[in-house]
């Protein structure tokens, strides 16, 4: 297991993960490493063999998104690594997450976001770092759910819009053909290619997600194109690449 656990750790630093995110998703391994052999169960063993071929697998190791944060979050969640160091992390990235927004109503909007990722994370069946303790997804939820319920009844914010903001109405938005994820992608490339600013990516896609409607839905949230914009899903990629193309032809053939 030290073997498999320095291997790891060299191909994470090699895919630029923070090394908090590294910490955290290594540290079953570690405190395991550090107890004495007696302290040390076959069930217990058998969980952190299977989480290690979970990181080292090619869903992980193989993706882009290894240094997102929600990436790695949401392989914790599914792995059920209901440890307090875990539990307090999490909070603890939610709460940073939250003081970096704008508004109070950002903050909300941010918090009904991460409920519903944690949410609609599916747990692997029958696993679990401490079996004897409440599984992190309820756990999560349920401090998620209290920090939503303070938020609104202290400072009265039940509009999706702060008070200086005036939603458009659906009449007044663009339609695109494009999803969401493929919006988020095409924004993304346009930024990387110079066509818009990087100092202003957050004015950017509250932009987008205010005054665009997708094939799919009417109301963008913010903090969906915001996270799809920095985690690009495979297919939206392959999708924008296929439009792009399509566009060099209608140029390559003079017809614009």
Known sequence: MKVRLAELSKAFYIYQVPEELIQLVLHPINDFISLPDEHNSYSKIHFLNAWLDRLQSPTVMNSGLTRRPEFLYKQVIAFNLNSEKCINHLSQYTQLQCSARESKADQLRLLHYYHKFVKQTTPINGWSYQPDQPALQQTLSN?????????????????????????????????????????ACYLRLCVESDIFSKAEIRKLIKHFSQHCATKQT???????????????????????????????????????
């Open 143 to 183: 401090w998620l759910i209290q920090e939503i319920n303070y938020m609104t009844n202290t400072c009265h914010i039940n509009d999706k819009f702060s008070q200086h903001e005036t939603p458009p109405t659906n009449d007044h938005k663009l339609n695109t053909g494009l999803s969401v994820s493929q919006l």
């Open 218 to 256: 009417d109301n963008i949230s913010f903090e969906s194109l915001y996270n799809k914009f920095y985690s690009p899903e495979r297919g939206a990629v392959d999708a924008v690449k296929t439009k792009i193309l399509e566009q060099l032809k209608l140029i390559q053939s003079n017809k614009i």
